[in-house]
């Protein structure tokens, strides 16, 4: 166990800063932990092992490919943590290794036993049934083989390039003749035919593809000795950056997703035992250092083992259903819909995801939008959305229309770069306005912005979004939204748009925080309000929600917040680099992340000052990026009913004693599970309200 750190009084000593990459670690070790958890159901249990596998792929791909791209460099860029990048590499390797021990005990100690007492199996070729052995045999030749392409390395052939994230095998093979030892390579086309092939007629048996292709491997090499096997998979530097000063950017993204097939490896994923003359040539021909290669002992690339926890039936093994509800508010007479612009005109309207439908407000309200004769203009915002997504057609139909239609398409959102290719050439072809952001710049903010003629005016009707506009995670993120006709804030919707489409910025917002130019200031000034607040005598206390906290700069301000005696409770789901508990610097700080069914992922920051509390929400979490190196929105909600809402929601979070951890000073996550009887789940207590509350409100129509 490491010593406990030595703190100076000073708040930018580097002990009182944890490192950001090590504590994502630590939000996904509480992804694995539910995946751990009996109480979670089976099949939900295995989702959650596919995530945290996943979420590691993307951390590999970004955050530690940045790592060594800094040492290549010869970068030493510090965090305020002070931990040097080569450090950061050493340290996530044993952290992962760890917890890569702990995910594949789970699946295969665990999981994989209790599947197969609820005849759901996934087969190896040594457990196979003889009917199962038939039936890969016969999938093999038909299907898979036509597929392969194996490909010998030496022989004055060069070692074949491996794309990112694929799984392959390496086959040492010896020639029965001369005895000359050659190593072949064979990918595994998973992306063709699926990672894991159902097996026999119940369609709840699966077989892994490599293991298929392992026990045919005689009929790839014919008239030679298949000696040995084994199984890789390699991980690419996948993040990229397009310069300012490209021509068109459309092209220069589209060339980069290109190139990011050829990123540096940053990991090597070794199945455990395999052949050492096998592991030296793959290691060697990939020139790659010790601390980028993973002994994996169980099944490599577990994010693809979601396919199993979709197979149909098993309600009992999954989750309860969800069905978002439409917000009472919302709810028309008579199968009739809402005006919505009239609800939003008499009051603020707030809607919180996934309890409440996206469907039946947000998609709702651009409808509404399209269709009305009045409406001049519709401005929106995309960063992810999805394929089936009606927004960005609505779009489209609102240019045929011959309303002013104008989206702003986020073509560097990480990983969605081609889908949202695809919808700027949709939209441009269509007549819309399709603008792709600000030089230097990520757009991150989510927003709406309806022009309506009303009489001799033209009025503004706005949504604030806490997450992108994407129905499919509206069902599995809990996010809030913010319709309002408030004139500042359409006001400065406007003339953000206008900032996104046009050129130079505004003086001043009237009532947003906007980055890179406002956000940070506007919460420091907060933070230190409400201190000068305590100090007079007023009751004050912080209560920030987010996915990360990592700015220094904020972290500082709270940090004097807490010696001033200020109460400070924060809930971040992921990252916090900051340390309570620290005796004369945080003791009144208290970190909480809730990690459970839904994915967290709403950002609001409130400051009590005496009898008032000021709400805000929107876009940007407190990291650097979000506050430097995007655009991004935070608006304040005044409605005093929907700032109670939202402050009864983070009372919720920071009682929940079921799906909580806690930061100890030490930098432990502890999960304290209240007995039976006890237990408190916000997000369970928000699918029970919502529900109540949609059913009166239906009642009450109705009579």
């Known amino acids: 166990m490491e010593a406990p750190p030595q703190y100076d009084s000073a708040i930018d000593d580097a002990a009182l800063y944890f490192n950001r990459?090590?504590?994502w670690l630590d939000f996904n070790q509480r992804v694995l932990e539910l995946a751990e958890d009996p109480e979670v159901p089976l099949l939900e249990r295995l989702r959650f092992c596919g995530i945290y596998a996943s979420n590691l792929d993307e951390f590999f791909m970004v955050r530690v490919a940045g790592l060594f791209d800094q040492l290549d460099a010869g970068i030493d860029a510090r965090g305020p943590d002070g931990l040097a990048p080569s450090a950061q590499i050493d340290r996530i390797q044993a952290r992962v290794l760890e917890?890569?021990?702990?995910?594949?005990?789970?699946?295969?100690?665990?999981?994989?036993?209790?599947?197969?007492?609820?005849?759901?199996?996934?087969?190896?070729?040594?457990?196979?049934?003889?009917?199962?052995?038939?039936d890969i045999d016969a999938r093999f030749h038909e299907q898979v083989f036509p597929a392969l392409t194996p490909l010998v390395i030496g022989l004055g052939r060069p070692f074949p390039y491996i794309s990112n994230l694929s799984l392959s095998l390496g086959v040492l093979l010896r020639d029965p003749e001369s005895g000359v030892e050659i190593i072949a390579r064979v990918k595994v086309p998973?992306?063709?035919?699926?990672?894991?092939?159902?097996?026999?007629e119940e369609g709840t048996a699966f077989v892994p593809l490599e293991e298929v292709i392992a026990a045919n491997l005689d009929a790839l090499f014919p008239g030679t000795?298949?000696?040995?096997?084994?199984?890789?998979?390699?991980?690419?530097?996948?993040?990229?950056?397009?310069?300012d000063e490209a021509d068109d950017l459309l092209q220069a993204v589209q060339d980069e997703i290109r190139r990011r097939r050829f990123g540096e490896v940053v990991r090597l994923e070794i199945a455990a035992g395999m052949n050492p003359k096998l592991?030296?040539?793959l290691i060697g021909a990939l020139r790659l250092e010790d601390r980028e290669v993973y002994d994996i002992d169980g099944l490599i690339d577990l994010g693809d083992i979601g396919t199993i926890a979709d197979i149909p039936g098993h309600a009992e093994l999954r989750y309860a259903p969800w069905s978002p509800v439409t917000q009472p508010r919302l709810q028309g007479e008579d199968d009739e819909p809402v005006d919505m612009f009239a609800e939003i005109r008499q009051r603020d309207l707030l809607v919180h995801h996934p309890y409440d439908s996206f469907a039946t407000s947000v998609e709702r309200f651009v409808a509404q939008a399209v269709a009305d004769p009045d409406v001049l203009a519709i401005k929106h915002t995309v960063y992810r959305t999805s394929d089936d997504s009606p927004l960005v057609p609505s779009l489209i139909r609102a240019s045929?229309?011959?309303?002013?239609?104008?989206?702003?398409?986020?073509?560097?959102?990480?990983?969605?770069?081609?889908?949202?290719i695809h919808w700027a050439k949709s939209l441009e072809e269509a007549g819309v306005h399709v603008v792709y952001g600000i030089p230097g710049l990520k757009t991150h903010v989510k927003a709406i912005l309806v022009a309506r003629r009303e009489g001799k005016r033209v009025r503004e009707y706005v949504h604030i979004g806490t997450g992108n506009y994407h129905p499919k995670t509206a069902r599995l993120y809990t996010d809030f939204g913010l319709f309002t006709a408030d004139p500042d804030l359409g006001a400065d919707v406007a003339e953000m748009f206008n900032f996104l489409t046009g050129y130079g910025r505004p003086a001043a917002y009237r009532k947003m925080l906007v980055s890179p130019t406002t956000m940070r200031g506007r919460i420091v000034e907060e933070i230190e309000s409400t201190v000068a607040a305590h100090e007079a005598g007023a009751e004050a206390r912080i209560a920030l929600k987010m996915n990360s906290l990592v700015d220094a700069g904020c972290i500082r301000a709270l940090y004097a917040a807490s010696k001033a005696g200020v109460r400070v409770d924060l809930n971040v789901r992921g990252i916090c680099c900051l340390r309570p508990g620290v005796p004369g610097v945080s003791e009144n700080i208290r970190v909480v992340s809730i990690v459970g069914r839904f994915l967290e992922h709403s950002r609001?920051?409130?400051?009590?000052?005496g009898g008032e509390t000021q709400v805000m929400m929107g876009s940007a979490d407190l990291m650097p990026r979000n506050l430097d190196s995007r655009?991004?929105?935070?608006a304040p909600v005044e409605d005093e009913e929907l700032k109670a809402e939202m402050l009864d929601v983070l009372e919720r979070c920071f009682a929940d004693n079921t799906n909580a951890w806690e930061l100890g000073e030490d930098g432990r996550w502890t999960r304290d599970i209240a007995p039976e009887g006890e237990r408190r789940s916000v997000q369970a207590e928000l699918r029970e309200r919502h529900a109540t509350r949609a059913a009166e409100q239906l009642a009450a129509s109705a009579s």
Do not use: W
């Not at 998973?190 to 026999?200: C, H, I, Q, S, T």
């Not at 000795?225 to 991980?235: A, K, M, Q």
């Not at 045929?400 to 949202?420: H, I, P, S, T, Y």
């Open 21 to 23: 990459e090590l504590s």
């Open 99 to 134: 917890l890569d021990r702990r995910l594949h005990a789970c699946f295969d100690g665990i999981l994989r036993p209790a599947l197969n007492e609820q005849a759901i199996r996934i087969v190896s070729l040594g457990n196979a049934t003889e009917a199962e052995r038939r």
């Open 190 to 200: 998973k992306e063709l035919l699926g990672r894991f092939l159902p097996v026999g």
């Open 225 to 243: 000795e298949v000696v040995d096997h084994g199984y890789f998979r390699v991980t690419r530097d996948a993040d990229f950056t397009v310069s």
């Open 279 to 281: 592991r030296q040539q």
């Open 400 to 420: 045929e229309r011959g309303k002013q239609a104008v989206c702003m398409v986020e073509l560097k959102a990480r990983f969605d770069e081609e889908a949202n």
């Open 604 to 609: 609001v920051y409130t400051f009590q000052r």
């Open 631 to 634: 655009v991004e929105l935070v």
